[in-house]
């Protein structure tokens, strides 16, 4: 009887083993696991930002939801992805409505991604490096495996 | 040997020697500071101690110190020492002081010789114990108490309190001691229990743990996935890099805390003594690793974590040492199979009726009946009927030994066809058997002197590793990345010295270093008993691979001890041959000499009535004489017949021809006139001859030492083998021991086999002595080995054994030292992982254990019948 009883946890343990290792498989066959920064449940954060017609030197975001203390950050869009940074702004943990983010350079995409960053390093100071993913403090929000931004077209 | 030292130290001093049991040592260090605090001592001739034995034999001049002075002394250099008595009340020291009591305590829990120490430091320190003993083989602790100070279960509470388990165990030398060993069995199975159980809690977190952090895509996706659970089940922003620390946190903190936390113990344990051993470097390497992760993941959230290490590493050492606990019990198989040797219960007759009653009830006096196929109980002489007995079991002797009346029949040998009655003469602890096992485990616990080798090592190893652990952080830390810039691996200098660091601290345990000479001893001596050779004790076993001389006593030894009248024949037709040798068996009878047993007894064989004797009269040095039939008859030498005015020189050359034989010739005169000669000869064993050229083939010169005069002498010697000048004849019994120290005086290293009776001189004096033909008499106190049973062939393979355990612990330290000294560069530069180093160092511990054990597989070269 004891006998079964090891060999059935046995069993039941490589058996876990074995799910877990075809489960994870699956599961970096289908995301990125690599780059996802601070996840967060989707009723949690907010971003909502229309496409600019203005003069090209801030973007206008009409909502944002920060689930703490986060950088809104502005980048030129290369090929899809973000490219140079040309603007940040710190907000506040909570909902904000029509936030203007300066530009420190024209944008000379026709596109810009915008993307909700945690602060949760050094207080007020960006910390993010695109090549020490792992090592920044404020990452990109992650919901369910989707970075928090929105592409957003410039008006030249 | 103490002996030696006495004489080289101080030749006139009328020296005694004292025994105590030192307690707080760990290795060979504390081993040396107390030899070289009592060196310094006036009056202090000589000072050993026995790590294993934890015992301390003093050689001192009684003028100049006494034994609380000696105990001072050692007190004063930081240990314990408790006077034993002299030398041999060590051996026996059951009878103890009024108001005091001995219990024997089976320990679990100990992993090396530090543990034993602590807790003998532990139990010393109890108000009202007088002496504690542990013996780390045997895992037991022996502790002499004043009962009205302490109870036993204070003295287990202590041990307990030290981390360790204790149980009581009955006296073990009872009846084979199996009801004692059952107790202890049972202690190290649940210890074990404890310890596998600890082993899969700390492996099901540690796994995962390693896994989860290290291991891609499962580090990668594993986070991420538990972070997304978690901030949709409870909110918040989760940062999966965060999380994987948590993870390691989680799983690793119980593994650090629930089964690293018996190195915390012994660190602590071994903190309290100021003492360094196996858990001081595993607490502080895990510890190292952990505690700098925890800060990683609350302050210092940049870094990297390393929770697996910590978990890992703890992970490995119990798997280790549960391999090796394993391995180890192994070593000790002999000495189980002894005990399971033991008969349970006896048939006795007692008030007419034959009655099944226990073993351990049997009465020394009491007749047991034993029926074909039966074991023999315990040990007696049979006085009703006969039959074979298979001593294999204790002697190594294949063939079954008949027995009838009067012989001896040793318990836990099995009857094979006839039943008998024997009278037991020997009971419980005083059995053949119990000796054996007593004197194997006495062995076993026993320190060779090769171990002072490693326990010299391993003393400075503990200080020296941490000593190296800082410097190699140091280095990596300040000259890292300057040096090797590009084997940082990413981490931070400060991170990657740590992990060196701890990978040195972890791969530098000398614990393969400490195993090597023990568990060869264990096996070595174990499998001796098996073959009927009894080592008393490591140095006996390794004294005797360096034998290069052999002296074997003649009589009784090499020859069978018991002459035999081989020829005799009448001088003249004056009396006729029977006539001559009536008379002369007639005087012999009344004589108590051995050669005239050997007349008496052919009288009697060959149905020769012998008549009365008158007057009869021994002359010492020269024969006897009496009347027979009213005729004066005188036998003896020629000295006898010179002195009675006989000439028998017509016959001188017969007679110096039967000498040249090696035979001795009795002469006879009846009336003054010359009557006869009488030919006795002790015979060669039937083994002496191939013992003595396997001997001489391994390269031993073989000496024959004898009491005999030289002619005799070498006839015998030529029978066996040995060469006229190897032959040491007319040498008195009190002078054998010259002879033996006049061979040592040519470098030579002596081993003496004898009888252990007459020869106690030489065989003490020998570098090792052999006592052979033991028989139930094991627990004799001359020799470093005894031989159970009467077979030259057995003193080849007490050689044989010694040469290869001696061979396998040099093997052993080859491996444990070139382990230790590959794996400390290797990890020093940054090669190897801490966990990996742990799970190395556990490995390398089996490693020398199972070199050990392949001595099982020892052989004698000559083979016994079958």
């Keep these: ?156 | 040997m103490e002996n030696t030292m006495v004489r080289e130290h101080s030749p006139d001093v009328s020296a005694s020697e004292a025994v105590f049991g030192v307690t707080g040592m760990t290795c060979a260090s504390c081993v040396a500071v107390i030899e070289k605090t009592l060196a310094r001592m006036p009056g202090v001739l000589s000072a050993n101690v026995n790590l294993a034995s934890e015992r301390l034999t003093v050689s001192y001049d009684p003028a100049q110190i006494d034994e609380p002075g000696i105990a001072a002394a050692v007190k004063a250099a930081g240990y314990v020492a408790t006077p034993l008595g002299g030398p041999s009340s060590a051996q026996t020291h059951g009878a103890t002081g009024t108001g005091s009591a001995r219990i024997t305590l089976g320990i679990t829990g100990m992993t090396c010789s530090s543990c034993q120490a602590v807790i003998e430091r532990t139990l010393a320190k109890v108000p009202g114990v007088s002496e504690a003993v542990v013996n780390l083989a045997a895992e037991t602790a022996t502790v002499t108490f004043d009962p009205g100070v302490v109870s036993v279960d204070e003295l287990i509470g202590g041990v307990i309190d030290a981390g360790y388990g204790a149980v009581v165990l009955p006296d073990a030398e009872e009846a084979g001691g199996e009801s004692g060993r059952d107790v202890q069995r049972e202690a190290q199975e649940r210890h074990t229990r404890h310890q596998r159980n600890l082993l899969i809690l700390s492996a099901s977190l540690a796994i995962p743990a390693f896994v989860f952090t290290m291991v891609p895509p499962f580090m990668d996706v594993i986070p991420v996935v538990f972070a997304t659970w978690l901030a949709n089940t409870f909110g918040g922003a989760w940062d999966p890099h965060m999380v994987m620390k948590y993870i390691g946190l989680v799983l690793a903190t119980p593994v650090q805390f629930i089964a690293g936390a018996q190195f915390y113990r012994g660190f602590w344990h071994a903190i309290k003594q100021r003492m360094g051993n196996m858990d001081t470097l595993i607490a502080l390497g895990t510890s190292a690793a952990y505690f700098y992760s925890l800060a990683a993941t609350f302050w210092l959230v940049e870094e990297p974590v390393f929770y697996e290490v910590a978990a890992m590493l703890i992970t490995f050492v119990i798997f280790g040492k549960l391999l090796e606990a394993r391995a180890k019990g192994r070593t000790g198989d002999a000495i189980k199979k002894l005990m399971g040797l033991a008969a349970k219960t006896a048939r006795v007759v007692r008030g007419g009726v034959e009655t099944d009653i226990p073993v351990e009830q049997v009465a020394a006096g009491d007749v047991v009946v034993v029926r074909p196929g039966d074991k023999v109980p315990v040990d007696g002489v049979i006085v009703e009927g006969s039959s074979s007995v298979d001593e294999s079991m204790l002697t190594g002797e294949s063939i079954p030994v008949e027995k009838h009346e009067g012989d001896t029949v040793i318990g836990a040998t099995i009857n094979k066809l006839g039943s008998f009655k024997f009278r037991a003469t020997k009971v419980g602890k005083d059995t053949a058997l119990a000796q054996i096992i007593k004197l194997v485990e006495e062995a076993q616990g026993s320190k060779a002197p090769i171990q002072r080798f490693a326990d010299y090592i391993s003393s400075y190893f503990v200080p020296a590793v941490v000593l190296l652990a800082i410097v190699t952080f140091a280095v990596w830390l300040f000259l890292g990345p300057t040096l090797f810039p590009d084997a940082l691996d990413g981490f931070t200098p400060f991170v990657k010295a740590l992990l060196v660091g701890t990978a040195v601290l972890v791969i530098a345990c000398p614990c393969a270093l400490g195993l090597a000479t023990p568990t060869a001893i264990m096996v070595g001596t174990g499998k001796g008993a098996e073959n009927g050779v009894l080592i008393k004790s490591g140095e006996a076993l390794e004294t005797t691979h360096k034998t290069n001389a052999i002296v074997f006593d003649k009589t009784g030894t090499l020859t069978h001890g018991k002459p035999v009248v081989t020829e005799y024949e009448p001088f003249g037709d004056a009396l006729g041959r029977e006539e001559f040798f009536r008379l002369a068996a007639a005087l012999e009878r009344s004589s108590e000499h051995p050669l005239a047993e050997a007349i008496v007894n052919h009288a009697k064989e060959t149905g020769v009535e012998l008549p009365g004797v008158s007057g009869f009269a021994a002359v010492p040095g020269h024969g006897v004489e009496g009347l027979v039939d009213g005729r004066s008859v005188v036998l003896g030498n020629r000295k006898l017949m010179g002195r009675e005015g006989i000439d028998i020189s017509p016959w001188a050359a017969r007679i110096e021809q039967l000498e040249g034989e090696g035979k001795t010739v009795m002469l006879t005169a009846v009336d003054g006139a010359p009557a006869g000669l009488i030919a006795v000869a002790d015979t060669l064993k039937e083994n002496s001859r191939e013992a003595v050229e396997r001997l001489r083939e391994m390269g031993v010169e073989v000496y024959m030492i004898t009491g005999d005069n030289r002619l005799t002498a070498e006839a015998i010697a030529a029978q066996a083998g040995i060469p006229a000048d190897h032959v040491l004849a007319e040498v008195l019994p009190e002078h054998k021991a010259a002879e033996v120290a006049k061979l040592q005086g040519r470098g030579l290293s002596v081993a003496m086999v004898g009888d252990g009776i007459n020869d106690t001189p030489a065989l003490a004096q020998a570098d090792i002595g052999i006592a052979m033909g033991a028989g139930t008499d094991v627990a004799m106190e001359t020799g470093g080995i005894v031989l159970m049973k009467d077979d030259l062939r057995d003193v080849v393979t007490a050689i044989e054994l010694s040469r290869a355990t001696i061979r396998r612990i040099r093997w052993n330290f080859v491996w444990a030292l070139g382990y230790n000294s590959l794996g400390i560069p290797i990890a020093a530069l940054g090669f190897l992982r801490p966990e990996l180093a742990g799970g190395a160092m556990a490995l390398s511990s089996v490693s020398v254990v199972t070199s050990s054990l392949l001595l099982r597989r020892f052989k004698p070269s000559l083979r016994k019948a079958a």
């Design chain 1, 1 to 156: 009887m004891r006998r079964f009883a090891i060999y059935g946890a046995a069993a039941l343990v490589i058996a876990l083993a074995v799910w877990l290792t075809l489960w994870t498989l699956s599961q970096a066959r289908a995301n990125d696991f690599m780059m996802v920064g601070v996840v967060v449940a989707g009723e949690n954060v907010a971003l909502e930002v229309e496409d600019q017609a203005g003069s090209g030197d801030s973007i206008a975001v009409s909502r944002v939801l920060a689930p703490d203390d986060s950088w809104l950050v502005v980048h030129l869009d290369d090929d899809g992805m973000p490219g140079k940074r040309v603007g940040l702004l710190r907000v506040e943990e909570g909902e904000h409505e029509g936030v203007i983010v300066n530009l420190d350079e024209p944008v000379t995409t026709p596109n810009v991604i915008v993307a909700l960053h945690a602060d949760r390093g050094q207080r007020g100071t960006f910390e993010f490096d695109m090549d020490a993913f792992m090592r920044s403090p404020d990452k990109p929000y992650f919901v369910d495996f989707e970075e928090v931004a929105a592409a957003v077209a410039v008006a030249q």
